[in-house]
């Protein structure tokens, strides 16, 4: 089983919809959780990181952690043409500044 | 808003040669690193680095690659003697405890 496992995608939306994007992993060492956007040929931006269990809401994009079935999400409401990217899910184990283990990444299209 | 920089945006080199990539993280960040990603594939950890010396690399951090950090600002990746499957793009990033990435140099290894 892979660590990090992210829906393949790809994902095609109109305009306004809201966009779930979901990762699960299996190390249980994982404490925090990272969303990070990517545009094609560019560096992961950091979107939203979160700590430990719980939702985190910032403007149009929420993450949600559920520590014990090890799924993370990441909601974007109303979403934008703008919003197309790539979405990548990233998994830190105890030690913030441990290495990154990324999903795969999904990419959105976001349709006016 | 600070951000880290990374030169050269592209390099072509031939099979064999040395390259040198370059990154000037964020000035007041202590960790860095370096990551990679193969076309169409996942961004994958290659090192990090704190307090001038490696703290922690993976499998694919061989012989062949080494980093270094020159002087209060570079940061860079040495790889000796390149190959094919070098090919892919190489993101530095630094850390106050959120990483910041880079834009990338994109390898290409003819």
């Known amino acids: 089983q892979k660590e990090v496992e992210q829906d393949p995608g790809p994902l095609s939306v109109p305009e306004g919809a809201i966009v779930s994007l979901n990762c699960t992993y299996s190390?249980?060492?994982?404490?925090?959780f990272m969303w990070y956007r990517q545009y094609s040929r560019k560096g992961p931006e950091l979107l939203m990181y979160?700590?430990?269990?719980g939702n985190k809401e910032d403007g149009r994009f929420t993450a949600q952690v559920d520590k014990s079935s090890k799924y993370i999400s990441l909601f974007i409401r109303d979403s934008q043409p703008s919003d197309s990217a790539t979405y990548l899910c990233?998994?830190?184990?105890?030690?913030?500044?441990?290495?990154?283990?990324f999903g795969k990444g999904i990419t959105l299209s976001v349709r006016p | 808003e600070p951000e880290v920089t990374q030169t050269p945006s592209h390099q072509v080199t031939q099979m064999g040669q040395e390259v040198i990539l370059r990154c000037v993280p964020i000035s007041n960040h202590l960790y860095f690193y370096w990551y990679r990603q193969i076309l169409g594939q996942k961004v994958e950890f290659l090192v990090s680095f704190y307090n001038n010396e490696i703290s922690e690399k993976s499998e694919i951090f061989d012989d062949q690659f080494s980093v270094e950090r020159p002087d209060g600002s570079n940061f860079t990746l040495k790889i000796r003697s390149t190959k094919l499957e070098d090919s892919a793009m190489y993101f530095c990033?630094?850390?106050?405890?959120?990483?910041?990435f880079g834009p990338g140099t994109r390898l290409t290894v003819l």
């Open positions: 979160t700590y430990s269990s």
């Open positions: 990233a998994m830190i184990p105890t030690g913030a500044n441990s290495k990154l283990t």
């Open positions: 190390n249980s060492a994982f404490q925090y």
């Open positions: 990033a630094s850390s106050e405890g959120r990483q910041f």
